[in-house]
T-cell receptor, first 116, second 112 residues
Framework: ETGVTQTPRHLVMGMTNKKSLKCEQH?????MYWYKQSAKKPLELMFV???????ENNSVPSRFSPECPNSSHLFLHLHTLQPEDSALYLC???????????????FGQGTRLTVV | KNQVEQSPQSLIILEGKNCTLQ??????????LRWYKQDTGRGPVSLTI?????NTKSNGRYTATLDADTKQSSLHITASQLSDSASYIC???????????FGTGTRLQVFP
């Protein structure tokens, strides 16, 4: 286990549904990330939270809404998704900032999302 | 443009054989390079991390090399095992940022 837990592991939802992905880290890190991994494409960074503030939003459609209530928890709220949003959604955490060179991102197991 | 390219895209080898995966990058300024292993349906797990001054780093049967001049890295797997079947992702970090730039990965399959 990496210390980053994601739930659920699998999710099937219709295009009119509203669901949420949850991520929890037990590593004491100060930054958390949402990534999208589609088949045969590099991981795409979606959102970054540092010290519970959103510091990056990579032109992600508004149907994806992140929430970071504290440094240990991160949510991704989903509504009116499209079939092309089907992918593996990965959460990661790290101890970011301060010019650290060897900062490692620890990933959760991911949520396999299928939009039907 | 900051990019990371990996080759081959996929690789099949027999158990017990060695293999080498390649990573070329154009990320600048360079901070560090990591190799991650990602089992199917799971999150990536770090294997090695190398900074500018490091040429070689080993982690068990995994040996990573880095040539910062040519901006190339390789991951050599010795005496492969069935459990080595996974995707191997090269990730480069730009200096003074925490932004990870991912390659598309090499899908390795080890057959008995």
């Amino acid at each position: 286990e990496t210390g980053v837990t994601q739930t659920p592991r699998h999710l099937v939802m219709g295009m009119t549904n509203k669901k949420s992905l949850k991520c929890e880290q037990h590593l004491g890190h100060n930054a958390m990330y949402w990534y999208k991994q589609s088949a045969k494409k590099p991981l795409e960074l979606m959102f970054v939270y540092s010290l519970e503030e959103r510091v990056e939003n990579n032109s992600v459609p508004s149907r994806f809404s992140p929430e970071c209530p504290n440094s240990s928890h991160l949510f991704l709220h989903l509504h009116t998704l499209q079939p092309e949003d089907s992918a593996l959604y990965l959460c990661a955490s790290s101890q970011a900032g301060g010019g650290r060179v060897n900062t490692e991102a620890f990933f959760g197991q991911g949520t396999r999302l299928t939009v039907v | 443009k900051n990019q990371v390219e990996q080759s081959p895209q996929s690789l099949i080898i027999l158990e017990g054989k060695n293999c080498t995966l390649q990573c070329n990058y154009t990320v600048s300024p360079f901070s560090n390079l990591r190799w991650y292993k990602q089992d199917t349906g799971r999150g990536p797990v770090s294997l090695t991390i190398m900074t500018f001054s490091e040429n070689t780093k080993s982690n068990g049967r995994y040996t990573a090399t880095l040539d910062a001049d040519t901006k190339q890295s390789s991951l050599h797997i010795t005496a492969s095992q069935l459990s080595d079947s996974a995707s191997y992702i090269c990730v480069v970090t730009r200096r003074n940022t925490d932004k990870l730039i991912f390659g598309t990965g090499t899908r390795l399959q080890v057959f008995p």
